[in-house]
């Protein structure tokens, strides 16, 4: 059985950050191993992706999209990630980023990639997380960085 990955925005535009080369590179070798691994982004990450001004790096950046399963946002993942920020995991202002995490869990994802590690991979925030999910009777959710997996 493969791993069920969930990527966030930060996966999919470090692919293209010339601004960042090791990251870039990491990125392009964890886009090597997507066939050992089941796939998806959600849809919040899709609309991410439609905000970025340049045509051109929006339109690479959907191609990328091509091999990904796409949640669909619920009601059930925004009251999740309502619960994330009541929790302090969260701040009201990082809502989107508590939604990339409530659509990977409650999708059944095994991890949540990111490079967001401000927001989403780091220590302190995966335990609000999973204390959140413990308590609401949802499975664990793994938040790291594609070197990680």
Same mark, same amino acid.
């Given at each position: ?27 392009? =070798?964890?886009?090597?191993?997507? #066939? +050992?691994?089941e796939c998806?982004?959600?849809?919040? !990450? *899709?609309?991410?992706?439609?905000? &970025? ?21 619920t ?6 990630? =309502?619960?994330?920020?009541?929790? #302090? +995991? ?7 980023? !508590? *939604?990339?995490?409530?659509s990977? &869990? ?11 590690f401000?927001h ?30």
């Amino acid at each position: 059985m493969k791993l069920r990955i969930c990527a966030d925005t930060s996966v999919f535009s470090a692919y293209f950050d010339d601004r960042a080369t090791d990251r870039k590179s990491l990125t392009r =070798e964890f886009w090597q191993t997507l #066939a +050992a691994y089941e796939c998806s982004a959600s849809q919040l !990450a *899709v609309e991410e992706l439609r905000q &970025t001004a340049d045509m051109n790096l929006r339109s690479e950046m959907e191609s990328l999209l091509k091999p990904f399963q796409i949640i669909p946002v619920t009601d059930e993942m925004r009251n999740l990630a =309502e619960k994330y920020i009541l929790a #302090a +995991a969260f701040t009201r202002t990082m809502f989107n980023d !508590a *939604v990339h995490v409530a659509s990977a &869990t409650l999708s059944r994802q095994d991890v949540l990639v990111s490079w967001n590690f401000k927001h989403l991979v780091n220590r302190r925030r995966r335990a609000l997380v999973g204390g959140v999910n413990v308590a609401s009777g949802l499975p664990a959710i793994d938040i790291l960085s594609p070197p990680e997996l």
